[in-house]
């Protein structure tokens, strides 16, 4: 699989993205040479999911430096318009800064900036994988796992590997992986459509459910624990996260379960003192009226759709980036790493 989102720099660069509408009926990749056909693939979730957002915002701002080498003042406008499309996972926005610091220094250096950060995910992801992965069998049972998920934090959701997924992955290849529960997602079923994909790639056992489900399943015994990723964690440790998280962390301690999110340090805001300060996106109620185009509800009814919950802390049993662990409402930084 192609990194979920990278560069050419053919034809006065571009930037390629798997279309992740476009799955799991078919696999292909969108060239988008503008910063116009970028902003629409971020805003109709073409490109989606917190690190492979930050990818984006870093790649958007290499296109505007390539598109406008001698107008500093367009680059940023242009950047900004990438940072803009989606509020709540951090990760854009930063990703876009991060590049455009290097501006003064020519295009470039802006597009090396944007590299580096495509090439820094998938060891951070593997890092945090390791470390969720090692936090999960210590609160789990002494036996391969039953594991429920959320949406999608796989490596379509990043630049490569994973976060909530990516430590499934890690599981699986100690072989201590029973089965995944993947939550379909509701309405726009990243997990249907992204989760299940990549989870019969990976060649792990799975179920899927109706988000309906989700609690009934760890009432019943089904669930050891629950893994999913982040858009925008807060200093206190609050998550910000797909709709419907905040339900199963509920439900999860309900049945003393535990629940770990697991995302890069990059999706770590503590300039967000606590989840009540996160933006959530709320979006077009088109998406919950239908279902692959066909209507599910009257026309024009009034829709509530934020695309995001916030969990608060104490309902989650960790926190864990490739470097920290947040639990007991603390952060411990890892000393060394690995
Ligand atoms: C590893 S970040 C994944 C995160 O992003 C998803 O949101 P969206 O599909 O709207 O970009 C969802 O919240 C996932 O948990």
Request: charged share 25%.
């Amino acid at each position: 699989m192609a990194r979920t989102v990278d560069w050419d720099d053919g034809d006065g660069g571009a930037v390629t993205a798997i279309d992740q509408r476009a799955l799991p009926g078919e696999y292909r990749v969108q060239r988008l040479a503008s910063v116009d056909s970028l902003v629409a693939a971020i805003a109709d979730l073409t490109i989606r999911g917190a690190p492979a957002l930050g990818g984006a915002g870093a790649l958007g701002a290499a296109l505007a430096a390539r598109r406008h080498p001698d107008d500093p003042a367009r680059v940023r406008a242009e950047a900004e318009r990438v940072a803009a499309v989606r509020p709540t996972a951090v990760n854009l926005r930063r990703g876009v800064e991060r590049a455009l610091a290097r501006l003064d220094e020519g295009a470039d250096a802006v597009v090396a900036e944007a590299l580096a950060v495509l090439d820094e995910d998938e060891t951070t992801n593997r890092r945090l994988g390791r470390r969720a992965a090692d936090v999960l069998t210590a609160l789990g049972p002494d036996r391969p796992l039953r594991l429920l998920t959320h949406c999608n934090s796989g490596a379509l959701a990043t630049v490569a590997w994973g976060t909530g997924l990516g430590a499934v992955r890690e599981l699986a290849e100690r072989g201590r992986v029973a089965e995944v529960l993947a939550c379909e997602t509701r309405p726009l079923l990243q997990g249907a459509r992204l989760t299940v994909w990549e989870l019969r790639e990976m060649g792990v056992a799975h179920r899927l459910l109706v988000d309906s489900a989700a609690a009934s399943a760890m009432a019943r015994g089904l669930v050891d624990a629950v893994v999913v990723g982040a858009d925008r964690i807060a200093a206190n440790g609050d998550v910000a996260n797909k709709i419907g998280t905040y339900a199963l962390a509920c439900a999860a301690v309900r049945h003393g379960l535990p629940m770990v999110v697991a995302a890069p340090e990059s999706t770590v805001d503590h300039a967000t003192v606590s989840g009540e300060d996160i933006v959530i996106e709320e979006r077009d109620g088109a998406e919950v009226r239908a279902v692959a185009g066909v209507p599910t509800a009257p026309e024009g009814t009034a829709v509530y759709n934020p695309a995001f919950d916030v969990t608060p802390a104490e309902l989650l049993a960790a926190v864990v980036t490739e470097r920290a662990t947040f639990r007991a409402g603390a952060w411990e930084r890892e000393a060394v790493l690995r």
